[in-house]
Nanobody
Framework: QVRLVEFGGGSEQSGGSLRLSCAPA????????MAWFRQAPGKEEREGVA????????MYADSVKGRFTVSQVKANNTLYLQMNNLKPEDTGTYFC????????????????WGQGTQVTVSS
């Protein structure tokens, strides 16, 4: 099974920026639909943050529109998330997810997950 690895988490002050990246740990011959999810402290559910659907739509949660930018290099299944103007409510564990096809930011639609990377935004 494909393992996904996330990079780029860390701590930042409100208004700052961070860039996350995600890639398969090993070479894959499939092209995946990929997305970012996050889990806030103390919450069990993961929230869809951003992704690119199989039909090429760029999807964002309303809470990050205008601040976050998702991009993907399909040739090597590398996914990026540029996070600008960070807010304390962006704090959480960010997970990369992948599936052969996807059309919405729903956790149940994704079968491959990374271990997560922590993002902490202080006010």
């Amino acid at each position: 099974q494909v393992r996904l690895v996330e990079f780029g988490g860390g701590s930042e002050q409100s208004g700052g920026s961070l860039r996350l990246s995600c890639a398969p740990a090993d070479e894959s011959y499939n092209t995946y639909c990929m997305a970012w999810f996050r889990q806030a402290p103390g919450k069990e559910e993961r929230e869809g943050v951003a992704g690119i659907s199989t039909d090429g739509r760029v999807m964002y949660a309303d809470s990050v529109k205008g601040r976050f930018t998702v991009s993907q290099v399909k040739a090597n299944n590398t996914l990026y998330l540029q996070m600008n103007n960070l807010k304390p409510e962006d704090t959480g564990t960010y997970f990369c997810a992948a599936e052969l096809t996807c059309y919405e930011l729903r956790t149940l639609d994704f079968g491959l997950w990374g271990q997560g990377t922590q993002v902490t935004v202080s006010s």
